[in-house]
C-alpha cells in the first residue's frame, strides 16, 4: 500500500488542485498533509462508507454534480464549471445524462430506434430523469461507430450478405441511417433441373406469399428454356406457371425447401417469417418427388455421421 | 560502459530487442547513439506522420525490418474518412532508395496501393515478409506483383484488409520455383483463388507452417491442402462447408488426424456442427481457437468441443457462446490467458447473450487470464470487482456494454467503482477500454491508479472537464487517449499542453472541443499537430467558415518533427 501512497502524493497536487479549483489553470498549491491524503484514500464500496463531508448521496442519488470535498470545503461542481468559458456544461440531471443537442448521438435518435425495435423487456432502471434509451439500445443503435467493431463482424450473422459498409464510398456511407440494417437480405436460391443459380431479396418479399411470387418469377424464364421444345409458346408459359403453383404447401409439382443456420434442410414455410428470415442460409426448389427420396439420404447420412457407431464403411 | 570498444557495446545491444529499450540507451551519449543507431535492424514507427521516412532511413541504415502504422484506431470503427492518409508509399519508396536490404514490412491501418505493392516486390531483392493489418488500397493485382517478384518470400500475411477482388489468378504468381513460404494468411479476401494453385503451392513448400485460407475454400479442398501439409502449426479452415453432400466428413476426419502439429485454428465460416466433430483430435493441443467468424456454430457444439481444449492459451468466440458456454470454458481452459467475445446479433434483438456472470465465471475459472475484449448486454460494479480480484494480472482490459451508458442493472449506479476497482488491482494495465454508464470519478480512479497504463479508449463516459484532465494528470505512461461523445471541452484539453507531447497521439470525436480551443494548443505546443476533421454535411452551411466557437466534430492531435503533412486532404485542417 506503500506505493499507493507515494503515488497518491504525486498524483494528488495536482487532482487535489482540480477538486479544489473550479478555475482551470492554477498552479499546484503545495503537497498534502495527512489527513487530505486520507480523505483521498478510495475505498471500493458505496461512497457513503467513506465517511468525509464527501455528499454520501453521490451515486446513489441522481445529481452527480457533486464531488468528494475535501477538508479545504471545496465548492459544488456543476454550474461553476461554465466559468471555463469555452463551453458549456450540460447539467447533468440523472442516469439519463442529458447530452447536449450538440453530440451527434440524440434521444430522439434513440428514441425513434425504440419504437421500431421488438420489445426487449426494457429494464426496470428508472431513476430521476431516466431514459427510454437505456433499454434494448443495443439493437440497431443508430450511432455511428458503435458498438466499436470492424465492419466484416457486423453482417457476420447474416452470412449471405455481402458486407454493407463499403470504406471506399467516404462520406455518406458513414452516417449510419436509422432505418433497420437487414436491408436487402440476399439469398442464394437454386431450382432442381436448373444449373444457374439466383438471388432473392427477402426483406423486399415480406411474406411467403410474396416470396412464392417471387421465385416463380426469378424462375419462369429459365425453366422454359429448359424445357422440350414445344411449338405451342402459350402452352409452354402454363406448363411453367403450373410449376410454381403449391411452392409452400407440398401440393404442387416443385417445393421451397431452405438451408437454416444450423446446416439442416428444412420446409418453408413453418415458422413466422420474421425468424425464417434470421434463420435462413439459402432457398432450394426441390422437385416434390424428390422430398421422399431426400429423407432416405438424410438418413443414412445421419447414420454414417454417428460417431457411436463409428461407422466407416457405409457407402452413400 | 564508454570504454569499450564499438563492437562489444553493439554487442551488449544486440541483447536489447524492445524498440523502447533500444531508443534510451541511445540517448545515454553520443557514442551509444551512434552504435545503437547502425545496429539497429528492427525499426518501429508508431505514427507514419511523426517523422518523415528519410529521416528514420537516414539513421538507421542497416534497417531490416520496418513497422509503421497509419489512421488512428478509430478509423477501425469508420469515424476516420476514407482518404484521411496514411499513404504507404512514401516509405516504400524511401526504403526503396536507402535501405534496399529491407527484408520485412509490417503496415497497420494504411493505405497500401498496388503501385505500392509493385515497387515493395521489384525494389528488395532480400524480402522476405510482408504484414499488412487492417490496410486498404490494394487489389489482387498488388498480390499477384508479390508473388511474382518476391523471390524467396516466406510470409504474406494478410489480416483483416481491404482487398479488392480483381480475380484469381495472383496465387497462380508464385513461381514453381518457390518453395520457401512459412506462413500465408489470405483470409480477409473474398473472392475464389485458384484451388488447384493452391494446393501445388502448398505442396512444394515444406516449410509451410501457417495456412490461413479465406471462406471461398471449400472443405474439400481443405481436405486436399491438409495432406499436402500436415506438418501446419496454424490453420484458417476456409468456409468448412461442403459443397454437396459427400464423403466430406469422413475425409476431413482423416484428415485431421494426420495433422497432429496444429496448435492454432480459425476459419469455420459456415461450419456446420457435424462438421465441427472432425476437429475433436486436435483439440487437445490447441492452443489457439478462433471461431469469431462462425454464427453458425450453436453452443452446445461449442461446449462439446471446448471440454476437450485444456491446453487453450487464446480463445476468440461470439457473444452466442452464453453465459452457460463461458462457464464451460472457465471449467475446461485453464491456461486461458486471452479472451475475445464479440457480439453476434449487432443489429437484432436478441436475447442478451452475454452478461456478467459469465465473465465472473472466467475469472474465477482462470487466474492466468490477462487479456480480455468482452462485448456484452450488461455488466455489474460487483461484477467487475470479483474479476479484478479474481485476475490482478490483466494487462488488456476492454469492456463494451452494447448500451453505451447502461449503469450497472442491479443497483442502478453508474460502473464507476467497478473499473476502479480493475485498475486499482491490475498494477501491469497497460490497455483499458471503458463503457456503460461512468461519471468522473472512474477517471480519478484512473489516473491515480493506471499508472503502466498506455492506452485508453472513452465513448459516452464522464460528466465535466475533470475526467479528461484526472487522466491526462495522473496515468504517466499515457501514449493513446482516444475518445469520443463525452463532455470534455477546451479547458480540458488545454489544461497540460505539455503532456501530448509525450504521448503518441489524442483523438476526440463528438465531445465540446471548440475550432478555438484546438487553435490554442496548436498555438501553444508547436511540435504538435493538431488536426481537425471538418466531413460536410448536407445540412450544415456554416462549415465554410466557421467560428471559434464553432464544435470540433472530430480532432486528432499528434506529436511530430514533421510539422503539418503535406498530403492532408481539404478536409482536414492543420492548425
Redesign the interface.
Known amino acids: 500500500m506503500e506505493d499507493d501512497h507515494e503515488s497518491l502524493g504525486d498524483a494528488c497536487p495536482q487532482l487535489l488542485n482540480l477538486i479544489q479549483n473550479e478555475k482551470v489553470g492554477k498552479k499546484r498549491i503545495g503537497g498534502l498533509d495527512a489527513s487530505e491524503e486520507k480523505k483521498l484514500e478510495l475505498t471500493l464500496g458505496l461512497p457513503g462508507g467513506v465517511g468525509e463531508e464527501e455528499n454520501p448521496s453521490v451515486l446513489s442519488s441522481c445529481i452527480f454534480s457533486k464531488v468528494s470535498k475535501t477538508s479545504s470545503g471545496r465548492g459544488v461542481l456543476g454550474s461553476e464549471q461554465l466559468e471555463a468559458g469555452l463551453f458549456q456544461l450540460q447539467s447533468k440531471g440523472g442516469y439519463g445524462t442529458e447530452w447536449p443537442h450538440k453530440t451527434t448521438w440524440n434521444r430522439e435518435k434513440f428514441d425513434e430506434q425504440q419504437s421500431l425495435e421488438k420489445a426487449h423487456g426494457g429494464t426496470e432502471n428508472e431513476a430521476g430523469s431516466n431514459t427510454s434509451f437505456q433499454t434494448g439500445v443495443s439493437a440497431g443503435a443508430p450511432v455511428v461507430g458503435w458498438p466499436p467493431i470492424r465492419a466484416f463482424r457486423k453482417n457476420l450473422a447474416n452470412s449471405s450478405v455481402k458486407q454493407s459498409v463499403d470504406l471506399h464510398n467516404g462520406n455518406i456511407d458513414e452516417k449510419v441511417k436509422v432505418a433497420s440494417c437487414k436491408k436487402g437480405l440476399l439469398i442464394k436460391i437454386n431450382m432442381d433441373g436448373i444449373p444457374i443459380g439466383r438471388k432473392v431479396d427477402l426483406n423486399a418479399c415480406g411474406s411467403y406469399k410474396k416470396l412464392s411470387v417471387a421465385v416463380e418469377s426469378l424462375f419462369l424464364d429459365l425453366l422454359e428454356a429448359q424445357k422440350e421444345t414445344s411449338t405451342n409458346d402459350l402452352r409452354m408459359d402454363e406448363e411453367a406457371k403450373q410449376a410454381f403453383k403449391s411452392l409452400l404447401d407440398g401440393s404442387g409439382e416443385y417445393t421451397l425447401v431452405y438451408e437454416d443456420n444450423e446446416g439442416d434442410r428444412m420446409l418453408v414455410g413453418d415458422v413466422p417469417w420474421d425468424m425464417f428470415v434470421s434463420s435462413v442460409k439459402r432457398l432450394r426448389v426441390l422437385k416434390s418427388s424428390d422430398l421422399s427420396s431426400l429423407h432416405d439420404w438424410e438418413a443414412r447420412k445421419e447414420q454414417q455421421l454417428s460417431v457411436e457407431y463409428g461407422d466407416e464403411g457405409q457407402a452413400n | 560502459m564508454t570504454y569499450f570498444p564499438d563492437e562489444v557495446v553493439e554487442h551488449i545491444f544486440d541483447f536489447l530487442s524492445s524498440h523502447r529499450d533500444r531508443n534510451n540507451v541511445s540517448t545515454v551519449c553520443k557514442a551509444w547513439y551512434l552504435v545503437e543507431q547502425l545496429s539497429r535492424l528492427r525499426v518501429f514507427v508508431g505514427n507514419c506522420y511523426a517523422v518523415r521516412p528519410e529521416r528514420v532511413m537516414a539513421r538507421f541504415p542497416g534497417m531490416k525490418c520496418l513497422t509503421v502504422k497509419g489512421k488512428p484506431h ?1 478509423a ?4 476516420v ?3 484521411w492518409g496514411g499513404d504507404a508509399l512514401p516509405w516504400i519508396e524511401t526504403a526503396a532508395r536507402c535501405c534496399p536490404g529491407l527484408e520485412e514490412l509490417r503496415l497497420k491501418r494504411m493505405v497500401v496501393s498496388d503501385e505500392s505493392l509493385e515497387l515493395l516486390a521489384r525494389a528488395f531483392p532480400n524480402f522476405k515478409s510482408l504484414v499488412l493489418i ?1 490496410c ?1 488500397g490494394f487489389s489482387t493485382d498488388g498480390l499477384a506483383e508479390i508473388a511474382t517478384h518476391c523471390r524467396g518470400l516466406r510470409e504474406l500475411d494478410l489480416q ?1 484488409n ?1 482487398v479488392e477482388d480483381h480475380g484469381r489468378q495472383w496465387l497462380s504468381c508464385f513461381p514453381d520455383s518457390c518453395t520457401s513460404l512459412v506462413s500465408l494468411n489470405f483470409a ?1 479476401l ?1 473472392g475464389e483463388v485458384n484451388t488447384s494453385a493452391l494446393e501445388r503451392l502448398v505442396a512444394r513448400c515444406q516449410n509451410l507452417r501457417c495456412l490461413k485460407l479465406n471462406r471461398a475454400i471449400s472443405i474439400e479442398s481443405l481436405i486436399k491442402i491438409l495432406a499436402r501439409a500436415p506438418n501446419l502449426v496454424e490453420l484458417g479452415t476456409g468456409s468448412f ?1 461442403a459443397d454437396h ?3 466430406a ?2 475425409n476431413l476426419l482423416n484428415a485431421f488426424y494426420k495433422c497432429n502439429s496444429i496448435r492454432n485454428l480459425s476459419g469455420f ?2 461450419a ?3 462438421y465441427l ?1 472432425a476437429i475433436y483430435s486436435i483439440c487437445s493441443s490447441l492452443t489457439v481457437l478462433n471461431l ?2 462462425a ?2 456454430i ?1 453452443v452446445n457444439d461449442l461446449i462439446k468441443m471446448i471440454r476437450h481444449c485444456f491446453k487453450l492459451q487464446k480463445l476468440w468466440v ?1 457473444d452466442s457462446i452464453g453465459d452457460k458456454g463461458l462457464a464451460a470454458v472457465a471449467c475446461a481452459c485453464k491456461e486461458l490467458q486471452e479472451l475475445r467475445v ?9 436475447i442478451a447473450a452475454v452478461t456478467e456472470e459469465g465473465l465472473v465465471a472466467i475469472s474465477s475459472g482462470c487466474p492466468k487470464l490477462n487479456s480480455l475484449l468482452y ?1 456484452c ?1 450488461q455488466m455489474t460494479n460487483a461484477a467487475l ?1 470479483t474479476v479484478a480480484k479474481n485476475c490482478p494480472h490483466f494487462t488488456r482490459f476492454r469492456l ?8 450497472d ?1 442491479i443497483s ?3 460502473l ?2 467497478g473499473f ?2 480493475i485498475v ?1 488491482s491490475c498494477k501491469d494495465l497497460k490497455r483499458l ?1 471503458l463503457s456503460g ?1 461512468l ?3 472512474v477517471f ?2 484512473i ?3 493506471a ?1 503502466r497504463l498506455e492506452m485508453l ?1 472513452i ?2 463516459a464522464g ?4 475526467g479528461m ?2 487522466v491526462l ?2 496515468c504517466k505512461n499515457l501514449k493513446k487517449l482516444e475518445i ?2 463525452s ?1 470534455f ?3 480540458a484539453l ?2 497540460n499542453v505539455g503532456k501530448y507531447e509525450t504521448m503518441r497521439s489524442l483523438w476526440m470525436s ?1 465531445c ?3 475550432q ?2 484546438c487553435k490554442a494548443l496548436a498555438a501553444k505546443m508547436p511540435r504538435l499537430n493538431v488536426e481537425v476533421i471538418n ?2 454535411e448536407e445540412s450544415d452551411e456554416m462549415v465554410e467558415n466557421p467560428s471559434d466557437m464553432h ?1 470540433v ?1 472530430k480532432m486528432y492531435v499528434y506529436r511530430t518533427l514533421t510539422g503539418p503533412r503535406d498530403d492532408a486532404p481539404d478536409f482536414v485542417w492543420t492548425f
Open positions: 478509430f477501425d470503427f469508420n469515424l474518412p476514407h482518404d487492417s486498404e483483416e481491404e480477409c473474398k462447408t453432400r459427400t464423403e466428413y469422413q465460416w459456415d456446420a456442427p457435424r466433430q469469431s467468424y454464427p453458425a450453436q461470439l464479440f457480439p453476434s446479433d449487432v443489429y437484432g434483438t436478441g462485448f448486454h470487482i463494451c456494454i452494447l448500451d453505451p451508458v447502461k449503469p442493472p442502478n449506479e453508474p464507476d467503482e476502479g476497482a486499482k477500454s454508464l461519471t468522473d470519478k480519478l480512479y489516473g491515480m491508479y499508472s479508449s465513448a459516452f460528466e465535466s472537464d475533470k484532465v484526472y494528470n495522473g469520443r461523445d463532455p471541452g477546451d479547458a488545454l489544461e463528438s465540446d472541443v471548440t478555438g480551443g466531413e460536410r464544435r466534430e
